[in-house]
Nanobody, 120 residues
Framework: QVQLVESGGGLVQAGGSLRLSCVAS????????MGWFRQAPGKEREFVAA??????RYADSVKDRFTISRDNAKNTVYLQMNSLKPEDTAVYYC???????????????WGQGTQVTVSL
């Protein structure tokens, strides 16, 4: 069964940190790009970060605050989020793509999402 399962979301105050995890099962992992996207209420799902091999890409809005990493031995990708802001509030999704991209349509396998809420 092909599956991506996110965890680590929650409620945090502005300026705080969270680390999201996404565990992959039933699919190839190490040779694929893994990405994080987010969707706030009433907004389009947007790119946050992606990683393939040692290459990374970030949205401008999270650069220098968020860090994507992966552990291929554990089939897990992480998103370390620091200096969180209320505008980071969204459901965060991980996804897999056969190539490095920041386009939503490049990613064909998605997790169910985890809620991140940042309060003032």
């Amino acid at each position: 069964q092909v599956q991506l399962v996110e965890s680590g979301g929650g409620l945090v105050q502005a300026g705080g940190s969270l680390r999201l995890s996404c565990v992959a099962s039933g699919l190839s992992f190490s040779s694929y790009a893994m990405g994080w996207f987010r969707q706030a209420p009433g907004k389009e799902r947007e790119f946050v970060a992606a990683m393939m091999y040692s290459g990374t890409r970030y949205a401008d809005s999270v650069k220098d605050r968020f860090t994507i990493s992966r552990d291929n031995a554990k089939n897990t990708v992480y998103l370390q989020m620091n200096s969180l802001k209320p505008e980071d509030t969204a459901v965060y999704y991980c996804a897999r793509s056969p190539y490095m991209s920041d386009r939503r349509d490049a990613f064909s396998v998605w997790g169910q999402g985890t809620q991140v809420t940042v309060s003032l």
